[in-house]
Each structure stands twice: as structure tokens, then as C-alpha cells.
């Protein structure tokens, strides 16, 4: 098993940075694609951006590309993603995601493992 822990979500103004954090732990072999997903309010479960093991391949979601980037640490066993110029409709429940299935993945449904999840409000 896989556990996930994210971290770094708040409260912040439009135009403002965050930078959210999961740790990885338990049988950390078993996570090798990663990725960030977020669900707002009324809204399903999408695509933040996703990084293969190696980190050499990334996708990142139209809706934040050139504002959010991924990247990984697999030494420490921690998954990023740094978000800037956020906007209000950035707000969201923020879940890291682990697989694993080598590549890259950006389909929820084929997620092994997730975390229970952070909250980030944009205010404007």
C-alpha cells in the first residue's frame, strides 16, 4: 500500500502563489506515475497536471498551463506542484495521486492510490 499525504493548501488573494506538497510512504516502489487532481464544488474531479517517475514527461491541464508546474523528489518521496497567478477559479479540493503503472497518467480512473486531499481558496 501507498499512503499520501498533501499539504500547503489555503487561503490566499488572486494573483498570489501556493505551493502544495505530498508525501509519499508505505510501499513507495508502487508509485511511479503521479499526479494532482482538483474537484471544486458542483463540479467532477479533473486533471491538474501528471509526471511520469522519472519526471521527464509531464502534462499539464490547459486550464493552469503556464501557472502550475509539477515535479517530483524521489529521494524524499514528495510530489509539488507550484501555483502561481492564481485565480478564483482555481478554488478547489486539490488530491495527489499515485500509480502504479509506468508513464504517464492522466486519467483518474486508472489511479491506484490517493490522498485525502487539500483545500485551496482563491479569494478575489
Known amino acids: 500500500q501507498v499512503q499520501l499525504v498533501e499539504s500547503g493548501g489555503g487561503l490566499v488573494q488572486a494573483g498570489g502563489s501556493l505551493s502544495l506538497s505530498c508525501a509519499t510512504s508505505?510501499?513507495?516502489?508502487?508509485?511511479?506515475?503521479m499526479g494532482w487532481f482538483r474537484q471544486a464544488p458542483g463540479r467532477e474531479r479533473e486533471l491538474v497536471a501528471a509526471i511520469s517517475w522519472s519526471g521527464s514527461s509531464t502534462t499539464i491541464a490547459d486550464s493552469v498551463k503556464g501557472r502550475f508546474t509539477i515535479s517530483r523528489d524521489n529521494v524524499k518521496h514528495t510530489l509539488i506542484l507550484r501555483m502561481n497567478s492564481l485565480k478564483p477559479e482555481d478554488t478547489a479540493v486539490y488530491y495527489c495521486?499515485?500509480?502504479?503503472?509506468?508513464?504517464?497518467?492522466?486519467?483518474?480512473?486508472?489511479?491506484?492510490?490517493w490522498g485525502q486531499g487539500t483545500q485551496v481558496t482563491v479569494s478575489s
Open positions: 495521486a499515485a500509480a502504479r503503472t509506468i508513464g504517464i497518467i492522466n486519467d483518474d480512473r486508472l489511479y491506484d492510490y
Open positions: 508505505g510501499r513507495t516502489i508502487d508509485a511511479n506515475a
